[in-house]
């Protein structure tokens, strides 16, 4: 009976943790976040998915944390050009193929208070475009090849 009590007890233990772990998981990365790191540099990303968050990306951000960012996630590989219309805080821009890897960088992007703004245009294919704060690639040394973890 005593060992029958201590199996219970262990299999509900084990069940609790499992629920706790989903939990926690759920209120880290809500869905609309991920993960996305290269080396040991993470960096917890809001995803744009559908074709309006795409088009509005970080427009009208004032701010943004020092390890967090945007990537927009596209249905397909295909050269995706960007522009800086309505952005206020300068960035970098990486282009990310459909292997994780980094296909084109644009380091600090300047804000476009003008009508007509010039598009970035990486002329390779992508399947990912990822927006954190200028300088930031620089600092910790990415370069073109360089595989993401995108979680």
Excluded: R
Excluded at 78 to 91: A, E, H
Aim: net charge positive; aromatic share 14%; glycine share 4%.
């Amino acid at each position: 009976m005593k060992l029958l009590f201590k199996l219970l007890f262990l299999l509900f233990f084990v069940i609790f943790l499992i629920i706790l772990f989903l939990v926690v998981e759920i209120l880290i990365y809500p869905k609309d976040y991920s993960k996305i790191c290269f080396d040991e540099n993470c960096f917890l990303v809001k995803t744009a998915k559908t074709p309006e968050e795409i088009s509005k990306g970080l427009m009208f951000y004032k701010q943004l944390e020092k390890n967090k960012g945007m990537l927009f996630v596209f249905k397909k590989e295909g050269v995706y050009p960007f522009w800086m219309k309505n952005t206020l805080i300068p960035l970098d821009i990486i282009w990310i193929d459909e292997n994780n890897e980094i296909v084109f960088i644009k380091n600090n992007a300047e804000p476009c208070k003008e009508l007509n703004c010039e598009n970035i245009n990486p002329k390779v294919n992508a399947k990912y475009v990822l927006e954190i704060n200028a300088g930031i690639s620089k600092n910790i040394g990415l370069k073109i090849g360089d595989k993401a973890i995108i979680e």
